[in-house]
Every structure is written in C-alpha cells, then in structure tokens.
C-alpha cells in the first residue's frame, strides 16, 4: 500500500500537493490508472486512481473510502518537556505516532531545558511517520504549553491522569501496568532531564494525577516518554 496525506480532501477527485505529486510520479514512477491511498489524517482512508500526471498537480479520482480506519482502542496523551536537542523530540515524535498516540503537547515546565520548539518541523514528522506505519489519523499537536495551563486543562477531566517522577514522593509510585487498563484515556507528563521541581511535583498531586514509576534505570526524556507509549500500546493488545 502506497498512502499519501490529502489533509482538504472532498469530493470525489483530489489534487495531490506538489511534494506529495512528485514523489507519486518522478520516484514511484506511477502512471494513469494505478491505484494509491490518502488519508485526510482524521481517520479515512481513501482508495483513488490516478487520471493526471501534472508533476506539480497529480489529479486521482475516489473509487473507495473506508471511515475510522484502523482506530486505536485507547486514547494517549503525552505532555513531554522538550529536550534541548530538538533532534531527539523529534525522534520520539516519530516513533510514537508509529507506535499509537493520540496527542502530544510539548510542556514549559521549570526545569525546561529548551522552552521554544518548532512546531512546523514536528508536524512533517508526524506526518511522514503516519504515511509510513499506514496510519490514516494524524495525533493532535501543540507546543510550548505552560505546565499549569495543561494541569488547568485536564482539571474537570476523567483521564487517567498520571506523571513521571524520579524524586521522593509521599505516596507510592506505581509502575504502569498496575495502574493503565485497556480501552482507556490517558494523560502521562514526563519532565525535562533535571525532572519536575519540587513545586510541579505537588501541584499535579493536588490535582489528582498519580505518580507512576518507570523502572530502576533513569531514562533520557525522549526514552521515557517512548517507553510510556509501547507500555500502554502493549497493555492494549
């Protein structure tokens, strides 16, 4: 299966993006009649045949659409504190959209280590990694959001609401198969390399989040927060 993202597609005919256009005619060397797949990124999976081979402006017709396709049985969201290296956010962003994720917010928190993330550059990640693992739903991207703005959002909410914390904690952490079911929407905040202060740390506790335990080794962010998403991927199986 060849899948192309189609993010305005309607109808029934489609003008694929020059980019996308390119790749389906100069690499893939495809022609009048060869069947591809779009995806709009919120759940459809469209079956099209190619009727125009302008380089800049492939046109395809819609013989097929198959609505919620492949869906995820849970819903994930992580709120991950950006790394410093915007390379290695960009490398969980990827490899958690092809695991199974239904949000990711990068959070300002105290400890941030880089505050600013370029939120075009994940998207095209996001983008490639669903067209890769034939995904047709794109997760929900936001950057740049303040630690008390995400607890604020999730205040009245019935996620399961959990954070990663290394320090001391007056209650016991728990690893995520004790506490993760299938079937279940979550919400996991992993801290920046210095971790959550102290003061992030009570506030999500006041707020009803659980702390959770990763295990004996200490994780880069990138690694822990990936971790989260093949944990509750596995769960879900």
Not at 123 to 139: D, E, I, T, Y
Not at 172 to 190: F, G, R, S
């Amino acid at each position: 299966m060849l899948l192309f993202y189609a993010p305005d597609i309607m109808g029934s005919t489609y003008v694929l993006s020059e980019i996308e256009s390119r790749h389906v005619l100069k690499v893939l060397r495809k022609s009048v009649g060869d069947i591809i797949y779009l995806t709009d990124g919120k759940g459809n999976m469209y079956t099209t045949r190619i009727t125009g081979t302008d380089v800049k402006a492939c046109m395809v017709e819609v013989v097929g659409v198959e609505r919620d396709y492949r869906p995820l049985p849970y819903q994930l969201h992580m709120a991950v504190a950006p790394t410093k290296n915007q390379d290695r956010m960009e490398w969980f962003a990827e490899k958690a959209v092809e695991i199974g994720v239904s949000r990711i917010s990068t959070i300002i928190c105290d400890n941030s280590e880089r505050i600013s993330v370029k939120a075009d550059r994940l998207q095209r990640v996001m983008v490639s990694a669903m067209k890769q693992s034939l995904c047709a739903r794109l997760p929900l991207l936001d950057v740049n959001v303040p630690f008390n703005a995400l607890l604020e959002e999730y205040k009245e909410q019935s996620a399961l609401k959990l954070i990663a914390y290394c320090g001391a904690s007056p209650v016991e952490k728990l690893p995520l198969k004790q506490i993760v079911q299938a079937k279940q929407n979550v919400l996991v905040l992993i801290g920046p390399e210095g971790d959550f202060s102290e003061r992030e740390f009570q506030q999500a506790l006041s707020q009803s989040f659980v702390p959770v335990t990763l295990g004996d080794m200490r994780l880069r962010t990138e690694t822990a927060a990936l971790y989260v998403c093949a944990a509750v991927n596995l769960l879900n199986q």
